[in-house]
């Protein structure tokens, strides 16, 4: 992993993804850079005109400075003393702002900050790390406000022993290895799920042939609540990271195992989510 971009909107939930951002970059030894989008709502003067020229030009410069003490405040140095990069764009849509600047500098994952919200909310009114879910071609970390910045010790990861799920995997081990944390692969069986336990063994077998990690650890849980039953093993594991595979979109009517399960968690956890696109891997 060599490049990470993460997105700030100036709020105290935006600073707890800036300093996880940047122990990141700190310890994968990769670059950074800090992206702020704005929105220059329009005006009688949104024409080419010189005046409307110069509001723009001494917008950008406004919150290029906004963005510059905003990391000198929360990581204790000015920004270009540490080798972060700063990015101010305009758009209306924040998720497509961050999009774009994460394609024009190729990252390699994008992080955000979340506040507490629910479900519903997030499904009817939208959120940018919603949006990001659904859109981002690359992988996105979601960081609570609450979240403490600290080394990654423990990932837990959520597997429903797809061959996806390998994909993931293999990308989450160059996250976990530059820490030498250990990654728990957790599946949630139901009565309906057919042989749990054989599952597991032809999952494990098939990852042991194709990804190599001394700190892999299987576990193998029965609930029909699977949500309710994850949420119980990161308290009870207290991770530094969850890692999930966002699936296709089945409906509200379909399989409740496979709806909006990493946009539930989102609303729940207070550590760290790691979101992989499915259709991107």
């Known amino acids: 992993m060599r490049t990470i971009l993460v997105a700030t909107d100036f709020s105290e939930t935006s600073a707890s993804a800036l300093k996880f951002a940047n122990m ?14 704005f929105d220059m709502k329009p005006t009688f003067m949104s024409t080419v005109s010189i005046a409307y020229t110069r509001l723009e030009e001494a917008a950008f410069e406004e919150h290029r400075n906004k ?28 998720s497509s702002g961050i999009l774009e600047n ?11 900050g979340t506040k507490g919200s629910t479900l519903l909310k997030d499904l009817f009114i939208g959120s940018t790390a919603t949006s990001l879910i659904d859109k981002s071609y690359v992988p996105l970390i979601m960081v609570p ?3 403490e910045t600290t080394p990654l010790k423990k990932i837990v990861y959520a597997t429903a022993f797809e061959e996806s799920d390998i994909l993931a995997i293999r990308k989450l081990v160059a996250i976990a290895q530059p820490f030498n ?12 799920e057919y042989a749990g336990e054989d599952q597991m063994a032809w999952f494990k077998e098939m990852l042991q042939n194709k990804v190599y990690y001394p700190h892999i650890h299987f576990e193998l849980k029965f609930s029909e609540d ?4 994850l949420q ?9 990271l969850l890692a999930m595979l966002e699936r296709e979109d089945h409906g509200f009517m379909n399989n409740p195992l496979h709806k909006d399960n990493v946009k539930r968690m989102k609303s729940v956890v207070s550590i760290p989510l790691l979101s992989f696109q499915k259709r991107n891997l």
């Open 232 to 240: 119980s093993f990161i308290e009870a594991e207290n991770p530094s």
């Open 145 to 147: 406000e609450s979240s």
């Open 226 to 229: 699977i949500n309710s039953s």
């Open 24 to 37: 990141l970059r700190q310890q994968l030894s990769a670059q950074l850079f800090v992206v702020h989008v």
């Open 102 to 112: 994460a394609e024009k500098i190729n990252a390699d994952i994008i992080i955000v």
């Open 181 to 192: 944390a250990s990654i728990n692969l957790v599946h949630i069986s139901t009565k309906k």
């Open 67 to 94: 963005l510059s003490k905003f990391c000198t405040k929360h990581l204790g140095k000015e920004p270009e003393t540490l080798g972060l990069s700063l990015i101010v764009t305009e758009s209306s849509i924040a």
